[in-house]
């Protein structure tokens, strides 16, 4: 009966995140809070304490259905950007928003342009839908959104650029951005993927392409500055027919009420916000000047992880795992030699850097 799935599905290579805690709990036999996961771009500080706060009295609400239209939510996100809560869609991470534009977009046939090293969820929900990934080449592993524009067809639906980029951490700046728009055809949805957007030092606008209502989707997520990964909540800025069209393809309920209430207090945390930029500032300096002193070529970053080349990436990946540290090989990434480690606390980045270096030297 199976054979009958679909074959985009059928020839689908699922996602695979990073390792969980649990998962190497159970194997190693190892208490999980000895377990350093720098794995996934998670928060080490934890969720925003104003966040835990709202989320703990909003539980005693858990048995009525949420508000699905989110509306104090999308207010807030809205009125963050300069924006109307019409041009705000939430979705269950920021990878659910990929798949709606997914779902209002793509036909067997379509192409979607991506960076040639960029998040594995865009080629995933491409295929899911039947249409083809064209990966433009990247110049020192950052977007080349020249070859990015001579990639374009007609059959091009969706461009994605994240940026900071994930797994490279590189970031294109504002000119080359505007230069880039200048050339995209009407045709073409622009998606800014801006997961990483907290990360920068210099951050870039693309928000004012929504404002203007542009062919494009900003989106962001609250799993990564704002620590919130786990309760699955993040969003899309377009422009409002855009929005509106994405929003007919999600579920009612989408976005859990408890992750709501705990995005909206996080997203007034600034405290929280501005510690975790400090902490993963200084954590990535240290890291990169570790790698270098190993004698390892890594990727200057601009976001919460840094991309080192140990020479094997599977190999490093197993041996931390003895050590209960989870980091990740970019094996799946096209970069065997690589691995992605999160930026974590200074004990936590001690702890990583003390292990490889018993490990190589
Ligand atoms: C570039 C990028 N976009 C989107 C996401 C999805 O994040 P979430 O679904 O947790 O919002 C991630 C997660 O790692 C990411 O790295």
Redesign the pocket.
Known sequence: MWKSAHPYISNLIAYEPGKPIEELAREMGLAPENILKLA??ENPLGPSPKALEAMRMALERAHFYPDGGGYFLREAIAEKHGLQRENVILGN???EIIELIGHTFLKPGDEVITAEYA?A?YTLIAQLFGAKTVKAPDIHYSHNLKATLEAITARTQEIFI?NPN?PTGTMVNQEQIDAFMEEVPEHVLVIF?E?YYEFPDQPVDVVRYVRENKNVVV?R?F?KAQGL?NL?I?YGLAPTPLAETLQKTRQPFNANGIAQVGALAALQDTDHIHTTREITRTGRMFLQEQFAELGWEFVPSHANFVLTRTGNGDQTFRALLQGGIIVRSMRSYGLPEWIRVSVGTPAQNERLITTLKKLYR
Do not use: C, L
Request: glycine share 12%; proline share 0%.
């Open positions: 996934s771009n991470g920021s990878n998040f969820v994240a994930n993927d997961a989106m997520t799993s990964a699955r993040g």
